[in-house]
């Protein structure tokens, strides 16, 4: 439970970097507390389609990822982003990215570094 925890306050400070960041994500512009919980649930929900919905499509672009020597990633990570804001959408939290090339591939790349460092520095509590 707690490696769980940990993953979500990563995700949610990845995705609040990248909304700082990347111009076309964005997160609710209501008061602190409205915004810490948004970035919290929007970080459990890219947590829940990480590990549910993201092996599959890996495993699909096996190929091109191997074409590709990996940046495919990035792509597969624009998309996840892509479905945890439609998700959020759907249930009503104000999470959105506004185009597919430009801010959901920008934000995958900032949430992929802000995450690699994140996870080093921070431990997940599996030991």
């Given at each position: 439970m707690q490696a769980f925890l940990v993953k979500v306050?990563?995700?949610?400070?990845?995705?609040?970097v990248a909304a700082?960041?990347?111009?076309?994500?964005?997160?609710?512009?209501?008061?602190?507390?409205?915004?810490?919980?948004?970035?919290?649930?929007?970080?459990?929900?890219f947590g829940v389609v990480n590990a549910v919905i993201k092996p599959v499509v890996k495993?699909?672009?096996?190929?091109?990822?191997?074409?590709?020597?990996?940046?495919m990633a990035f792509v597969?990570?624009?998309?996840?982003?892509?479905i945890v804001a439609w998700l959020a959408g759907e249930i009503g939290i104000p999470f959105t990215i506004d185009d597919f090339f430009w801010s959901a591939i920008g934000a995958a790349v900032v949430v992929t570094v802000v995450s690699m460092v994140l996870n080093v520095v921070v431990p997940d509590g599996k030991d």
């Open positions: 306050l990563v995700n949610a400070a990845a995705i609040w700082a960041i990347v111009p076309g994500v964005d997160i609710t512009d209501g008061d602190l507390l409205e915004n810490v919980l948004t970035l919290l649930v929007v970080g459990a929900i495993v699909l672009t096996l190929p091109i990822y191997l074409l590709t020597l990996g940046l597969v990570n624009a998309l996840m982003l892509e």
